[in-house]
């Protein structure tokens, strides 16, 4: 059973950091690209970041300079360091991975079930 579970979240002042992991279980973590989403009320989930196996990235030009994905194959986590949070920051954030092209389940997408973050104002 493939599971992705994020941990970190919560309440965060303005211009606070916070760090979220998220650790896979049940996939060849070695063969995904892992990305945040978020999605708050109202809008559509968008790519926060992501990251492949080699430490490829890319981020939303809403949070460079800001947050920094990074990842641990050794223990299948991926991590998002989020500094100078601001209200617009709050969403639910969601962990994926998604089968490399180089993977035999290219395309395959994987979803965790989301932390909250709350960045107050």
């Known amino acids: 059973q493939v599971q992705l579970v994020e941990s970190g979240g ?3 002042q303005f211009g606070g950091s916070s760090r979220l992991s998220c650790a896979a279980s049940g996939i060849i973590f070695s063969n995904n690209i892992m990305g945040w989403y978020r999605q708050a ?7 926060v970041a992501s990251i492949t196996s080699d430490g490829r990235i890319k981020y939303a030009d809403s949070v460079k300079g800001r ?17 100078s949070l601001k209200p617009e920051d709050t969403a639910v954030y969601i962990c994926n991975g998604e ?8 395309g395959y997408l994987y979803w965790g079930q989301g932390t909250q973050v709350t960045v107050s104002s």
């Not at 009320?41 to 790519?47: A, N, T």
């Open 10 to 12: 919560g309440l965060v």
């Open 99 to 106: 089968e490399a092209e180089d993977s035999p389940w290219r």
């Open 67 to 83: 947050f920094t994905i990074s990842r641990d194959n050794a223990k299948n986590t991926v991590y998002l360091q989020m500094n």
């Open 41 to 47: 009320p109202g809008k559509e989930r968008e790519l």
